[in-house]
Nanobody, 114 residues
Framework: QVQLVESGGGLVQPGGSLRLSCAAS????????MGWYRQAPGKQRELVAG???????NYQDSVKGRFTISRDNAKNTLYLQMNSLKPEDTAVYYC????????WGQGTQVTVSS
């Protein structure tokens, strides 16, 4: 059964850091381009960062220089290191393939507030 389980979210002050993890119970994880997405209240889900199967990252302009996406293919796990967090980063964060073809997980809530 395909399953994506996100974790690592929480409440953090502006300027703080969090590291998100996504455990993917899918076969051949290593060959998929993966991404982190987020959805803020009242807004559409958006792609925040993506990573190719070879490890090449790309980022939404608003998070460049602050977020780092990485993957551990041996552990079938995707990561998102988030630094210098801003209130506008508040959202539920999800992982999925870049074509969004997998069932969505429950996400992990990130709240940036003083």
């Amino acid at each position: 059964q395909v399953q994506l389980v996100e974790s690592g979210g929480g409440l953090v002050q502006p300027g703080g850091s969090l590291r998100l993890s996504c455990a993917a119970s899918i076969s051949f994880f290593r060959i998929y381009s993966m991404g982190w997405y987020r959805q803020a209240p009242g807004k559409q889900r958006e792609l925040v960062a993506g990573i190719s199967r070879g490890g090449s990252p790309n980022y939404q302009d608003s998070v460049k220089g602050r977020f780092t996406i990485s993957r551990d293919n041996a552990k079938n796990t995707l990561y998102l290191q988030m630094n210098s967090l801003k209130p506008e980063d508040t959202a539920v964060y999800y992982c999925n393939r870049l074509d969004m073809s997998l069932p969505w997980g429950q996400g992990t809530q990130v709240t940036v507030s003083s």
